[in-house]
């Protein structure tokens, strides 16, 4: 079993940018797909991008222009990297193991904010 740790979230200024990290516990983090998921306040968590255990990523058409993903296996995590980030981007992120879901954690707060 897979355990993820968000972190890298922080208040940024419009047009900034953030790396987020999905960091894993478990031998097993190298052949499964993690996938980004955020929160905006007030609203439903969305899917944000995927990288399967092969390091393609798949990002969403939403932030597609702005935003890419990426891992390091031996360091067991995986990365968000946004940029040109934009007030609607504020939200609680998380990361999770795709396609089977595990525990959620407690996400990175990103806030873009002048």
């Known amino acids: 079993q897979v355990q993820l740790v968000e972190s890298g979230g922080g208040l940024v200024q419009p047009g900034g940018s953030l790396r987020l990290s999905c960091t894993a516990s478990g031998s097993m983090f190298g052949s499964i797909s993690i996938a980004w998921y955020r929160q905006p306040p007030g609203k439903q968590r969305v899917y944000v991008a995927i990288?399967?255990?092969?390091?393609?990523?798949n990002i969403a058409n939403s932030v597609k222009d702005r935003f890419t993903a990426s891992r390091d296996n031996a360091k067991n995590t995986v990365y968000l990297q946004m940029n040109n980030l934009k007030p609607d981007d504020t939200a609680v992120y998380y990361c999770?193991?795709?396609?089977?879901?595990?525990?959620w954690g407690q996400g990175t707060q990103v806030t873009v904010s002048s």
């Open positions: 990288v399967d255990s092969g390091g393609s990523a």
């Open positions: 999770n193991t795709f396609p089977d879901l595990g525990t």
